[in-house]
């Protein structure tokens, strides 16, 4: 039987398949000198990239300013994108490291928004209370990740919030595998200490272990 996170995760798949297709043709086009094809590149991608950048630098500004940067980054090394690999994980790594040395050049080192994390958080709109639960335990989670360092962080944030596949993740992060499940591992644990710290009864509560 496929559950609806299965069939969610397939069209999602199916999507970027489908955007993999239309990006390279745009940037066939590009390279043949059609700066119009650039600008349907940012329009297909700009929502993927500020999100991703909010939740790295944690500001809606300073997001702004990251997505400048990654767009020009894109467009000075467009030509060296190879083909054979998915674009969205060669974007997504240029926005995870252009947002991270965002951070490290205005010194900032916490992460300040998470949304989405698990099915755990999904809130109804029948049920308030649960609702209030939910967003009690993501402002917890929002100060826990402050205790990630910037692998963890991007790992724990590409994995767990943009949903990514592990082996996507370890391209964007240019490491092994094994060093993303690492990170991964080192992420959650760190997370969830500081939630049994901070927390341990919303997490009864809630059915999270």
């Known amino acids: 039987m496929t559950t609806g996170n299965e069939a969610l995760g397939r069209a999602e798949e ?33 929502k993927q990239v500020a999100a991703l950048a909010y939740r790295v630098v944690g500001d809606y500004d300073e997001a702004a300013d990251v997505v400048q940067t990654v767009f020009v980054k894109m ?12 674009f969205y994980t060669w974007l997504y790594r240029i926005t995870v490291n252009a947002s991270i040395d965002h951070m490290r050049k205005h010194q900032r080192h916490r992460h300040e ?29 929002e100060r826990a990740a402050g205790t990630l360092n910037e692998k963890q ?48 009864q919303l997490l009864i509560l809630m059915g999270i272990r």
Not at 17 to 26: A, I, K, T, Y
Not at 165 to 179: G, K, L, N, R, Y
Request: net charge positive; charged share 40%; glycine share 4%.
């Open 153 to 200: 962080l991007s790992a724990f944030m590409l994995r767990d919030v943009e949903g990514c596949t592990v082996d996507d993740v370890a391209s964007i992060m240019e490491m092994p595998e094994a060093t993303v499940r690492w990170y991964l591992h080192r992420a959650r644990a760190k997370i969830r200490k500081e939630l049994l710290r901070r927390c341990p």
């Open 75 to 86: 467009a000075r090394n467009i030509s060296r994108y190879d083909e054979r690999k998915k």
């Open 14 to 46: 199916t999507g970027r398949v489908d955007d993999e297709v239309c990006v390279r043709r745009l940037i066939a086009r590009f390279k043949e000198g059609d700066k119009g094809a650039f600008d349907e590149i940012v329009k297909q991608y700009r």
């Open 113 to 141: 928004s998470i949304e989405n994390l698990h099915d755990s958080l999904e809130s109804s709109a029948a049920d308030p209370e649960w609702s209030h639960r939910r967003r009690q335990l993501k402002a917890h989670i």
